[in-house]
């Protein structure tokens, strides 16, 4: 369940530091923003609890032997994206999942070994939901720009499918 806490400037700002390093101590952040380590110790916990900040580490593309980033255009049944969404969700392969307005219904990013990989989970998974109509792939050759910080955490899939049902 979710609770009634917003963010604040002052949370924003420790959001805003911590995107740019999130090994960034509680005691800098605190001297950056004037404020006492046990006020930012007990934001950043807070936000951490309430779902607003996640620390994670970010694979980087370049130390994999064949990295494949992919993205998987799904055409799905009008009344059936957000079902369709949950169980694409769940496959192992998949590292986002996205419904959208425009070309695709829900758009599904992965990284995966090769090209047949890529095929595998689009053809042979995916296609294979139920209300899904058409799927579409487009395979990454180059990145030129990629900034990990786009991300940010969203409701947890379990809320997710349970509001799907």
Do not use: W
């Not at 934001?43 to 951490?48: D, F, G, I, P, T």
């Not at 799905?76 to 994206?81: K, L, P, S, T, Y």
């Amino acid at each position: 369940m979710m609770s009634d806490y917003r963010i604040d400037d002052l949370d924003q700002q420790i959001i805003q530091l911590l995107s740019e390093d999130a090994r960034l101590s509680n005691r800098k952040i605190a001297t950056q923003l004037g404020f006492t380590e046990g006020t930012i110790r007990s934001r950043v916990k807070r936000l951490e609890d309430e779902n607003y900040i996640r620390f994670t580490a970010v694979t980087n593309m370049s130390h994999l032997d064949t990295p494949q980033l992919a993205y998987i255009g799904i055409h799905a049944e009008q009344n059936m994206i957000k079902e369709v969404a949950a169980k694409v969700a769940q496959l192992s392969e998949i590292n986002a999942v996205i419904i959208l307005l425009g070309r695709f219904d829900i758009l599904a990013i992965g990284l995966f070994e090769g090209l047949s990989a890529v095929h595998q989970v689009a053809s042979n998974k995916i296609l294979d939901i139920k209300g899904v109509r058409l799927v579409e792939t487009s395979v990454v050759v180059d990145v030129v720009k990629y900034d990990n910080r786009v991300a940010k955490i969203m409701t947890p899939i379990a809320e997710y499918v349970a509001a799907a049902e």
